[in-house]
């Protein structure tokens, strides 16, 4: 079963490169020469930072890097006389090589000081903080402080009620938060669940190795994003709807292998079948996660004013935190295929919510058009001549 790995990461490094290689000038998008330093210099921190997950293992790590990240504004994009697009093809670069290539080399670097030098399980976090280091270092000497807008005063509570306010009276965006918040939550109990889904026999499985394989399954995700992105059709609010439907087959898998595969009964042994069905399954969510970053900040972009977008999105993750929390802590009670259940039908739910975003989306895209057009021929019909 050991070849089976090789050969998945192999065809994934092979498309991914073919799709690289292959990108045409109508599958990259026209920005400006001030964006691209912009861009990459932000690109270039996050990758560092993202570096820090080679010993993944470490919660302070992950509010290292949430401080780090705070302050940059997104919103300097719009200041700096950027388009607001373009923020997506920041993410979705980002997501290629922070989340998937700098994630990759991060495993290989650590598993290279741990097992191959035998420097011991502390080198990683001694290589985490010279990255952490050099990240800094560009932060300071590079980036300005996000101070935020020194003109609003507004209390933690009234803020929350500000974003109530826009929830409640724009539809769009209340889809928008709870289709992320249904992505994010499955995604969170993936990520406790694909280790004992995968061996639950204690299965001898090389996990180092399969989260590189996600990894460069979330490359080929980004990569499709970029092309889609770049395209004025089909609409982001189209193709999600399948992306949340693909997404909800592969959570469907181990359940749906779990009556159609007869178990292992060998304690210790290499991977299953049926595992390997269900890493397939896997790989392709991973990929689902590459398109999801990139496309959810253009709609994000599109529908949720900069001004309240971090509060508003943050008042979705406040019921996705607690529904994590009660999950992972309660995980023990459940049976496996009752959890990836829960995530395959919550998947569904969001393709169900990006339909009906679509559709209100057009039915605003429409009367504005309408609005627009009326304007026009007022302003092209000829005055009266009177006496």
Request: hydrophobic share 50%; proline share 4%; charged share 15%.
């Amino acid at each position: 079963m050991e070849a089976f790995y090789w050969l998945l990461f192999c065809w994934l490094a092979v498309v991914v490169a073919a799709m690289e290689l292959s990108k045409t000038n109508r599958d990259r998008a026209s920005t400006s020469s001030a964006f691209n330093s912009f861009k990459n210099n932000y690109i270039l921190v996050y990758s560092l930072m993202m570096e820090l997950r080679c010993y993944p293992y470490n919660l302070d790590i992950c509010y290292i890097i949430t401080c780090s990240i705070s302050h940059v504004s997104f919103g300097a994009i719009i200041q700096r006389g950027f388009e607001p697009q373009w923020l997506s093809i920041t993410f979705s670069k980002a997501i290629f090589l922070g989340n998937g290539l700098v994630a990759i080399i991060a495993g290989l670097f650590a598993n290279l000081l741990t097992d191959n030098l035998g420097f011991g399980p502390v080198a990683p976090f001694d290589a985490a903080a010279c990255f952490l280091a050099i990240g800094m270092a560009i932060i300071l000497s590079t980036w300005t402080e996000n101070y935020g807008d020194p003109s609003d005063t507004k209390g933690l509570l009234t803020q929350f009620q500000v974003a109530a306010s826009a929830i409640s009276s724009d539809e769009k965006i209340a889809l928008l938060g709870a289709i992320q918040s249904l992505f994010e939550g499955s995604m969170y109990t993936f990520v406790f669940l694909w280790t004992p889904a995968l061996s639950p026999n204690d299965e001898d499985i090389p996990h180092g190795f399969i989260f590189a394989t996600f990894m460069l399954s979330s490359m080929l995700g980004s990569s499709i994003a970029s092309r889609l992105l770049a395209r004025p059709t089909p609409r982001v609010e189209s193709y999600m709807q399948l992306v949340f439907a693909v997404a909800a087959v592969t959570l469907l898998l181990p359940v749906v292998t779990s009556f159609l595969v007869a178990p292992s009964t060998v304690r210790g042994g290499s991977i299953s079948f049926g595992g390997c069905i269900q890493l397939v399954g896997f790989c392709t969510f991973e990929a689902c996660v590459g398109i999801f970053w990139p496309s959810i900040m253009k709609m994000r972009s599109q529908y949720i004013p900069e001004e309240a977008r971090s509060t508003i999105m943050n008042f979705f993750r406040i019921p996705l935190n607690i529904f994590v929390c009660v999950v992972l802590y309660n995980v023990s009670a459940f049976p496996m295929t009752v959890m990836f259940g829960m995530c395959s039908c919550f998947l569904l739910l969001a393709s169900l919510l990006q339909r009906r975003l679509m559709m209100v989306s057009e039915i605003h895209r429409s009367k504005s058009q309408d609005w627009t057009d009326m304007k026009e021929r007022d302003t092209e019909a000829e005055p009266l001549n009177i006496g």
